[in-house]
């Protein structure tokens, strides 16, 4: 995936809308990834990594409007180290996360159609900006942005995306060419 400008803007736009100050050199290390699945404005995510070391994570999912992150879970770790516990801290716009748990009857988000059967958890924990939510480890969750898109910071257990298992076999989560 090759990151164009109107997708760099837009997520820098986000920053600016939410009064987050980021310096030159983290716009140019953000990651951004659609997993493989060729539609970066559906099924996508932009990260900010402010430090990420064997103690602790700490970095900002960005989200644009309906823009959702893959079906996932961080399992304990081959070396017997537990998978990865995180706090998500809604910053700006509204953000819909799925988790574990008893199905939420009618959810606000939407899941992305093409491919809805890697979708399997519904218990909708809806967050807006100052309200924030813990995920244990190893415990499926997905989450997409509301209309306005979202801005989500986590701080965490330190980050191992190699070790993360996905729901849809089809993913592929490499960092975009800048």
Known sequence: MLVDDKLRDEVEGMFEKAHIVLTNKEKRKMEYTDFGMGNV???????????????????DLVLLPHQTCLEHRHPTRPDGTPGKMETFRCRYGKVFLYVEGEAT????GKVPEKNKQWYTVMHEIVLNPGEQYTIQPNTRHWFQAGAEGAIVSEFSSPSDDATDIYTNPYMKRTPADR
């Open 41 to 59: 404005y559906e099924e996508g995510m932009e990260i900010v990594i402010y430090i990420n070391t064997d103690r602790y994570c700490a970095k």
């Open 105 to 108: 009857e009618a959810i606000q």
